[in-house]
Structures are given as C-alpha cells and as structure tokens.
C-alpha cells in the first residue's frame, strides 16, 4: 500500500538538529527523517488516545510496525534553502547563579545575593528555509498498511502543530493520491558523493525505542538511537531563484487616499497648510518628472503634461483655476484634539451635478512615492529645529472620516481656521458685504448649499494662519504671507451634508467644517 502525506510550513522555516550532530558544524536535518516522523506520530497518538479514550496500545503497535517496514522517497521543493543561522540562549543546569556567591573586600570573603534559577546556554540553531507554497511531499511504501492504520495516521497527523524544535510550525495531512507528482529524492543504504545522512528504522524498531529520551544512559554513548539506521539521500541540483511573475493589473480608480501621520513634535496648527503644500509640491514634482522624463517644474512642463495635471492641481494650462472645484483637496484630519492623517480626495461637492474622477494609477503611485520621505513644515530660513513628519500609507479599506463620507448634520464647525478670500477690512473697519459672514455665505451658495436661515458664529478670538503663497516668496521667511483665521460655528435651517470647504486655500487643509459632535474638543 502506498500513502502519500504533504507537509508544509506555514513559517517557511525547518528547524532541526541531525543526530548527535554538532550545531556549529551542521546545518540542520533535511530531508525530514522518518525516525523524527514516527516519534512524532507516537506523541500525536498519545494526544488522541486522551482525548476520544478510544486508543490501544496494539493500534499503535501495528502502526509503528508499518512505519518500520516501509520505505521513503521524497519531492523536496527545489527552492529549499539552508536558512540564516541563529543563535539564541537556551536554560542549563539549575543551581545558584552566580555560581560564586562570595567575593573578597577588605581581605574578607564576604557573600553577595543571588537567587537559584537556570544558567544560559548560547546555542547555535540551523533550519532550511522551505518556501511557503512548495509543500514537501512523503511516499511512504509498505506491506503492512491496512485502512485503518491509514485512519489512525490521519487522526495522529491531524493532532501535528510543530514538527522538529518548538518554533518549526508545521502542518501535515494524507492525500488521496500524489497527482502525478514523483519522487525527486530517494534514501538508499550506500553512501553516494554528496548524499546526506538520514536517521531511519529498523524493520524490527520497537515502541520502547522510539520512546526513549536523550538522557537515557542506553543512547548516551551510541551513534545511533536503538532501533534506527543510517540511510543517504542524495539532494536534487537546486532550482535557480528567480522572481516570481507578477501580472501587472491596472489599479480602478480610487476617491481618497489617506496616511498616518507619524513625528516626535506635531505640526503646529498655524502651519498645517505648510505641511499639505510641501506634500502637493512633491507629488506635483514627481507626476511632471514621470510625465516629461527629466525634473522640471509645473510652469516649465510641456502643455500636455499641464492639461493632465489640472484636476491635481487646481489649475489649468495656462494658470487659471479650473472652475467646479473639481481638483485634488489635501488635508491633516485632526482627531482628538491634534493632527492623525492627511486625506488626499477628489470627489464631487456634494451638491454639485457635474462628476469627479477619481486618482487613477499614476496619480496613486505618485502619491505613494511622495509619503515615502519625511516632511517638515518649517520654512528653508527657519531658525528652530526643522521637526518632520513621516507619513504611513493606510489600505484602501480604512474608513474616511465621517465628514467625507457625505454625513450629514445642522451644525458644523472649524476643524481648521477659516481665511476669507477677499480682504475684509479697509481702514480698520470691515467692507461692506465683505465681513466674514457675508463671505461664508456667498461661498456656500455659490457651490449648491442651501444658506436659508444660515448663522454663522465666532468662536474665540482670531489667530494667525500660514496659508498657500507662490513660490516665488514662499522661503523668504517663517511664516510669511500669515493671515487672520477664524473659528466658526455653521447653524443650518436643515441638516447638509459634507464636506465643507471653504475660504483661502480651502484645497489644503484650510477651512474645513466638522459636526459639532465630532469636533476635537467637544465643544
């Protein structure tokens, strides 16, 4: 009867030392030998037998017996490798550590702490590295298999969870048949140029010697366990690694994309639009390079290459913002009170008829490679220490905040300051229909948002805001081109949805509204 039994790795490591090899001279047991097969077959019997009850000592005798009288053959995956050597501390002999206790001061012995536990060991630990996907494959032959015995192998393989040392996780089970697999390695009892040792049974191995200990004084002094023989097995040559074939498949189109922010020093609240332009520059920079093949800047790139970056950028080919807000948005979403991510997104106002597209793969990659180097938010002549902020890309099943999402709520306010577009004050004093209010509201209706009955409120008092400014004047100093921010509070007459965006470089992070249930500091 011939049984066919597949072993894998989930870990992709098979650790394990040869018999009486030494570790610093080996490199670790392969193929899997059959003597460590049929030793742990008896534990996993062991395991079933406590707990069905159903077990007798003559089954596991006969199915030792089988394992005894069979032979093996192998399909060794041929990308196995020896693995990278480890070495880790291993507990030995139990006593008092340390093992002096007294130490001489003064010309007297005089006795130290110390406490009895296990002295450490530094041991080297070999394993093969054995690929994931490619299983080892046993043909096991023999006369003395009957279908039950198969049915008693099955339950004890059923019960395996390491296979060699505790951290050699495996898994193994019987197949119906080998389909059409063969053979590649076959042990033979003649010592052939390159062929490795292999620990196998005796026809005649016993239960009582499968189950000795390696301390037992009968194994101590022998090169051979009783009830075992050295068979040789002769590898298959190693298949070249190559990489593997990777079909590219075009990403769809996605509607954000979000990363983590991770820095010792948070951005300063005043200075996140610096943050989200320094992102938008990079990825602009990037996407031009790609498009053009040499690095140049946004207003030296080709017509072509500015047209496709209009809805990324904001602006058309000759400068002009495009109209419909249908560009990129850039924003540090702050969450419990300070900054957790930037959302990057390109979808529709919500009241808007006209549709979107989403970022399509260039746009996607460009991105990626963009959080693939720290930011900072520090100006190039600012005199304090430049902090910066790595940025972790989040899969695209993370949920987006509640606000993007299209929630809906009465009552919205400030997660970032408001900058009005026009300039409010002449004299001191505030233009007429130019107050901040007045803009607010002409902004919102200009989009769709109904602003019947619309309020708008002050919260606290106004601060000093970083805001886009051009390249030209934009490193001249720290926080050059600041403008008053405002803290509102937007009472609807019905619930609207979001997002909101609005006033001086709304497409960066500035002047985006929240619920007021969902605002940092629950006021």
């Not at 030296?300 to 496709?308: H, N």
């Not at 809805?311 to 058309?316: L, M, Q, Y």
Request: with cysteine; net charge positive.
């Amino acid at each position: 009867m011939r049984l066919v039994l597949e072993q894998r790795f989930p870990l992709g490591r098979f650790h394990a030392t040869a018999w009486r090899a030494n570790p610093f001279d080996d490199r670790g047991e392969w193929p899997p030998s059959p003597w460590r097969l049929a030793r742990t077959v008896i534990a996993r019997w062991y395991q079933w037998d406590r707990e069905s009850g159903d077990g007798a000592r003559d089954q596991l005798d006969r199915l030792l017996r089988a394992l005894a009288t069979s032979s093996f053959s192998y399909l060794l995956p041929p990308a196995a490798r020896p693995g990278a050597v480890l070495r880790q501390y291993q507990p030995v002999g139990f006593g008092w550590q340390p093992a002096d206790r007294t130490k001489k001061l003064k010309g007297k012995k005089m006795l130290i702490p110390g406490m009895r536990a296990h002295g450490r060991s530094l041991v080297q630990d070999n394993c093969w590295a054995v690929p994931t996907d490619e299983p080892i494959v046993w043909f096991i032959e023999g006369e003395d298999w009957t279908d039950d015995l198969a049915v008693l192998l099955d339950r004890c393989l059923e019960r395996m969870t390491w296979f060699g040392r505790a951290d050699s996780f495996s898994t193994m089970r019987r197949l119906p048949d080998a389909g059409g697999r063969a053979p590649n390695c076959r042990l033979g009892d003649r010592a052939a140029p390159g062929a490795e040792r292999v620990l196998c049974l005796l026809p005649l191995a016993t239960r009582e010697d499968l189950e000795r200990i390696s301390d037992d004084p009968a194994i101590l002094e022998t090169s051979v366990p009783p009830g075992a023989i050295w068979r040789f097995a002769k590898f298959p040559p190693p298949a070249p690694l190559r990489p593997a074939s990777v079909r590219h498949r075009r990403l769809a189109r996605v509607a954000t994309v979000q990363f983590a922010l991770n820095c010792a020093v948070p951005p300063e609240p005043r200075a996140l639009c610096r943050l989200t332009v320094a992102f938008r520059d990079r990825a602009v920079s990037l996407l031009v390079q790609q498009m053009e093949g040499q690095r140049l800047s946004w207003s030296r790139a080709s017509r072509t290459s500015r047209e496709q970056l209009a809805t990324f950028i904001g602006k058309d080919a000759d400068g002009r913002p495009i109209q419909g807000n249908r560009h990129a948005r850039f924003a540090v979403w702050m969450e419990k009170g300070g900054p957790s991510r930037l959302v990057v997104w390109r979808r529709p106002d919500p009241y808007a008829a006209h549709e979107v597209p989403g970022f399509d793969e260039t746009e996607v990659v460009a991105l990626l490679r963009t959080a693939s180097k720290p930011l900072t938010w520090a100006g190039a002549r600012w005199r304090e220490p430049a902090w910066s902020v790595s940025l972790i890309p989040l899969p695209h099943e993370t949920p987006l905040p509640w606000e993007i999402e299209d929630g809906e709520a009465r009552v919205w306010r400030s997660m970032t300051a408001f900058v009005p577009s026009r300039h409010r004050l002449r004299r001191g004093l505030d233009r007429p229909e130019e107050d901040v209010g007045s803009q607010v509201r002409r902004e919102l209706e200009l989009r769709g948002w109904p602003v019947e009955g619309l309020s708008v409120a002050q919260i606290g008092p106004p601060r000093w805001t970083s805001v886009h400014i051009p390249p030209s004047t934009r490193n001249i100093r720290a926080f050059v081109g600041d403008r008053l921010g405002f803290d509102l509070r937007l009472q609807f007459k019905a619930a609207v949805r979001g997002p909101i965006c609005l006033g001086h470089s709304s497409m960066l992070g500035l002047g985006v509204f929240i619920p007021l249930q969902h605002a940092p500091d629950g006021a």
